[in-house]
Antibody, heavy 120, light 109 residues
């Protein structure tokens, strides 16, 4: 059974940092691109970042580029998101998501999400 | 990274069918960039229900189907049931990003 378990969320002041982790199990982690997607309270889904299965290609949404860093450790089956210079508008549930087997970027498995709250 | 356009809400009666549209541009949906659909119940993570415009993951009811015409993809839910009441999101991609629609709240009246 595919499982994605996020951790590391919490409350932080503006300008602060957090590191999210996502432990993967039940599939060959090194064989899949991975994503972070976020959802502000009461709002829609917003893509944040993507990393290729071997870590060689990384993309970011304009809103986080230069502040967030995605990475992965295939030996530990773990995905990370380092978030620096956090802003109030970064407040959201952050989901770790697997890129699926379709021909497009279908997101076939989602973690339960971890809440990041940025406020003073 | 413009979002795809979905209606904010749709409603239907049990047993009936509804369609949710997802309109993009010639840079995403219109360029045959595959569209996926997700169902999200309150407080839960999204669930993939349609990928590659019209394919269903294993275990997803065949009451859910998808199509595409021009710059618009559509999700069709037939035989509406109370448990279908949820938020629905479409997504596609451009060269540099994944893009989502704003979401559609489905009410089963």
């Amino acid at each position: 059974e595919v499982q994605l378990v996020e951790s590391g969320g919490g409350s932080v002041q503006p300008g602060g940092s957090l590191r999210l982790s996502c432990g993967a199990s039940g599939f060959t982690f090194s064989g899949h691109w991975m994503h972070w997607v976020r959802q502000a309270p009461g709002k829609g889904l917003v893509w944040v970042s993507r990393i290729k299965n071997d870590g060689s290609t990384i993309l970011y949404a304009d809103s986080v580029r230069g502040r967030f860093t995605i990475s992965r450790d295939n030996a530990k089956n773990t995905l990370y998101l380092q978030m620096n210079s956090l802003r109030a508008e970064d407040t959201a549930v952050y989901y770790c998501v697997r890129d699926g087997v379709g021909r497009g970027h279908d997101l076939d498995y989602w973690g339960q999400g971890t809440l990041v709250s940025v406020s003073s | 990274q413009s979002a795809l356009t979905q209606p904010a809400s749709v409603s239907g009666s049990p047993g009936h069918s509804i369609t949710i549209s997802c309109t993009g541009t010639s840079s995403d949906v219109g360029a045959d960039h595959y569209v996926s659909w997700y169902q999200q119940h309150p407080g839960k993570a999204p669930k993939l229900i349609i990928y590659d415009f019209s394919d269903r993951p294993s275990g997803v009811s065949n009451r859910f189907s998808g199509s595409k015409s021009g710059n618009t993809a559509s999700l069709i839910i037939s035989g509406l049931q109370s448990e279908d009441e949820a938020d629905y999101y479409c997504s596609s991609y451009t060269t540099n990003s994944i893009i989502f629609g704003g979401g559609t709240k489905l009410s089963v009246l």
